[in-house]
Structures are given as C-alpha cells and as structure tokens.
C-alpha cells in the first residue's frame, strides 16, 4: 500500500503533556516517519508519513492518553518525502 503524508494541527491540553515525546514513541514503534513540535500559540504541529493504517493508529494513541486533550485537530495530505527515513521532536 502506498504512503501517505499528513500535516496535522492539534488544539487543546497538547503542550506540556508528553505530547511530542508520545508521538516519537509511537511512531518509532510502528515505523512511521515525520517531525512534531509546540508552536508558539499552544498548539502541536506534527508532520506524519507511512502507511495510512498506522497512521491512523498513531492518532488514536495520542487520543488515548490521560494526560493529553485534544479538542480540535486540523490537517491536510501532503507530499511524500521519499527521503525521510525517522522521526523527529523539533523544538
């Protein structure tokens, strides 16, 4: 199956939770590629690439967590990178 890749905007108690450390996670766990980081409006940006199944996945896993509360997410398909090969917590 082909790859997809997903900008995605997170609102809510996504800053100071674990959030972008809990995307590395599961996103290492599963082989997924991309970037997360905090932006200056509260929000969590995160760029994830792989196969849409585990993406899917790596969202509700986030969505799980009893500190994380995600009230709002915005996101678009984008471009693969066919040269990204990890995942990264950008600060």
């Known amino acids: ?9 997170f609102r809510g108690r996504v800053q100071g939770v674990g959030f972008r450390y809990k995307a590395k996670y599961l996103a290492k766990s599963m082989g997924l ?3 997360v980081r ?5 929000t969590v940006t995160l760029e994830i690439q792989g196969r849409p199944q585990l993406v899917d996945k ?4 986030l969505n799980h967590d ?4 995600i ?3 915005d ?17």
């Not at 997809?4 to 905007?9: G, I, P």
Request: charged fraction near 35%; aromatic fraction near 8%; avoid cysteine.
């Open 66 to 69: 009893s500190f994380i509360e």
């Open 1 to 9: 199956m082909a790859e997809v890749r997903r900008r995605l905007n």
């Open 75 to 91: 996101g678009k398909d984008i471009p693969v990178e066919e040269e990204e090969k990890s995942f990264k917590v950008l600060m």
């Open 33 to 35: 590629t991309g970037w």
């Open 58 to 61: 790596l969202l509700q896993g």
């Open 71 to 73: 009230d709002w997410v």
């Open 38 to 42: 905090n932006e200056m409006d509260g």
